[in-house]
Nanobody, 124 residues
Framework: QVQLVESGGGLVQAGDSLRLSCAAS????????MGWFRQAPGKEREFVAA???????YYADSVKGRFTISRDNTRNTVYLQMNSLKPEDTAEYYC??????????????????WGQGAQVTVSS
């Protein structure tokens, strides 16, 4: 079993930066592809970014060039650096982990483990 705990959310202004962290405990974290998803009120959960065990990254078009996902396997932690934040980035952000590679990294259905969420609010 894997436990995921997000931190680093908050209230910022448009154009600011924020870094989310996701600390993993339990089974061998460095084997797992990891992802970030977000969900705004009244909307479905959507893919933000993903990173494989080897460091290959994937991004949603809406965040490409502004957000960067990374991982530190020595600290069992995955990060989401968010720059040039926009009001439409406001959402609850969730860290997620998979127990296998391949398939669709953008689908929340392919992730086995989820954190509790971190709220990010961007004011205009």
């Amino acid at each position: 079993q894997v436990q995921l705990v997000e931190s680093g959310g908050g209230l910022v202004q448009a154009g600011d930066s924020l870094r989310l962290s996701c600390a993993a405990s339990g089974r061998a974290f460095n084997w797992y592809p990891m992802g970030w998803f977000r969900q705004a009120p009244g909307k479905e959960r959507e893919f933000v970014a993903a990173i494989t065990w080897s460091g290959t990254t994937y991004y949603a078009d809406s965040v490409k060039g502004r957000f960067t996902i990374s991982r530190d396997n020595t600290r069992n932690t995955v990060y989401l650096q968010m720059n040039s934040l926009k009001p439409e980035d406001t959402a609850e952000y969730y860290c997620a982990g998979r127990s296998s590679g391949g398939g669709d990294y953008t689908s929340p259905n392919d992730y086995n483990y989820w954190g509790q969420g971190a709220q990010v609010t961007v004011s205009s």
